[in-house]
């Protein structure tokens, strides 16, 4: 099955990469996590100093994680004369995240970041616990809130690398900017990227433990960003919303643990997509089942990546074409008898009572009001939508 994607003239092996985040903590770890079989690794966020993390550093909740982690807890020099050149004698395609307090400094870095191997830079936009954090280890630094409605600053800083490098240039979008998504991504095409991944970890956000009274995390107050599978909801509609309105790129990001994740992904338009929290929660061996199961779905399916790339733009099209844009009359949904095994998951969650489990499930007509949560909470897909068919 072939999973190669062509990039800005670089021939990615599969759609997968891993993100910012410890498995890019150095070059060791990078070694280590290639053999899983990503097509690129992205290293934490490189800066000028090496800058600490808060600890306690993670804490997880159902299908979401938290993290406070800085930057890198190596220096930009320390990166480009030790760990890059491990990383490249591996072979390894290398995406390196770096941010810089200018415009300036950071094409300064992205120029040495290529001479030492990088193949691709990333730049990030908005680090939801940065500030709180950073205040605290250097007393008297005062750094500013976010932009959120202004993406100048955003364009200045691609723009600036851009006339510094000719490798290709990825920004990776917060999802605080969730609400004016394509104004940020004009931004970034103006000053010159050539991929947007989306997105980032979403926050500030904190846990408290309920024994100590404690927050989870470390830092001041214990705040931290929100990734995994808790924010794919959000994620999934921004990458949609950017393969509608553009042709870039989009790497899809945001809590793709499993291969049905990178699914809907490429379905929403994503060229790639990215993972990191689910490595940390699974164990590497995550990403290894991401693109195993990847590759056991297009071959059951006989289909290709380019067929599947975007197919949700194509369903919401038809949705125009045949007049299913506004469908308010309720539907049953069909009760595949073969596959029910009497679970009875689907009757307690039946709140107009329509659902009785006997033998089968058996749906009343009269009371169902077709909202599809039957559907979608059976394990064994015995329940199936009636919506969006042919009569």
């Not at 994607?5 to 280590?32: M, W, Y």
């Not at 480009?80 to 200018?102: D, H, S, W």
């Not at 936009?125 to 250097?138: D, G, W």
């Not at 469908?327 to 107009?352: F, G, N, R, S």
Request: net charge negative; charged share 20%.
């Amino acid at each position: 099955m072939d999973l190669s994607v062509q990039f800005k003239g670089l021939t990615l092996k599969n759609p997968l990469l891993v993100s910012a985040g410890e498995h890019g903590r150095n070059g060791d770890a990078i070694c280590r996590i290639a053999d899983f079989g990503p097509a690129a690794i992205t290293t934490k966020t490189i800066t000028r100093w090496a800058i600490p993390d808060p600890h306690p550093c993670y804490a997880t909740i159902r299908n979401g994680f938290l993290n406070c982690m800085m930057g890198a807890v190596l220096s930009s020099e320390q990166w480009f004369a030790e760990e890059f050149p491990k990383i490249k004698a591996a072979g390894i395609l290398l995406v390196a995240n770096l941010a810089g307090t200018t415009p300036e400094e950071t094409a300064e870095l992205a120029q040495e970041a290529v001479a030492a191997g990088a193949d691709i830079i990333e730049l990030p936009t908005h680090c939801p616990h940065l500030a709180e954090n950073l205040e605290a280890q250097f007393p008297g630094m005062k750094l500013p809130p976010p932009e959120i409605n202004d993406p100048k600053p955003l364009y200045e800083t691609v723009k600036a690398v851009r006339q510094a490098i000719s490798a290709p240039i990825i920004v990776k979008l917060s999802p605080t900017f969730h609400l004016n998504t394509l104004e940020w991504v004009r931004a970034g095409i103006d000053g010159g990227m050539d991929a947007v991944e989306v997105a980032d970890a979403l926050g500030p956000v904190m846990l408290i433990d309920i024994e100590t009274g404690q927050p989870k995390l470390g830092g001041p107050r214990g705040f931290g960003g929100l990734s995994g599978g808790a924010l794919k909801p959000l994620t999934l509609r921004m990458v949609f919303e950017i393969a509608q309105n553009f042709s870039i790129p989009v790497i899809g990001c945001g809590g793709i643990s499993t291969w049905q994740d990178a699914v809907e992904y490429l379905m929403a338009g994503a060229t790639m997509v990215a993972a990191c929290s689910a490595g940390h929660q699974k164990g590497p061996g995550a990403y290894r089942a991401i693109l195993d199961g990847l590759a056991a779905y297009l071959e059951k399916k006989e289909l290709t990546l380019a067929d599947i790339r975007g197919l949700a733009l194509h369903r919401v099209e038809e949705r125009k074409t045949k007049g299913w844009q506004e469908i308010t009359q309720p539907i049953p949904p069909t009760v595949i008898v073969e596959k029910c095994t009497a679970c009875k998951l689907c009757e307690p969650v039946c709140i107009y009572e329509a659902m009785k489990v006997e033998e089968t499930a058996v749906i009343e007509p009269a009371k169902c009001y077709g909202c599809n949560l039957c559907v979608d909470i059976c394990p064994q897909r015995a329940i199936e939508s009636s919506y969006y068919k042919e009569a």
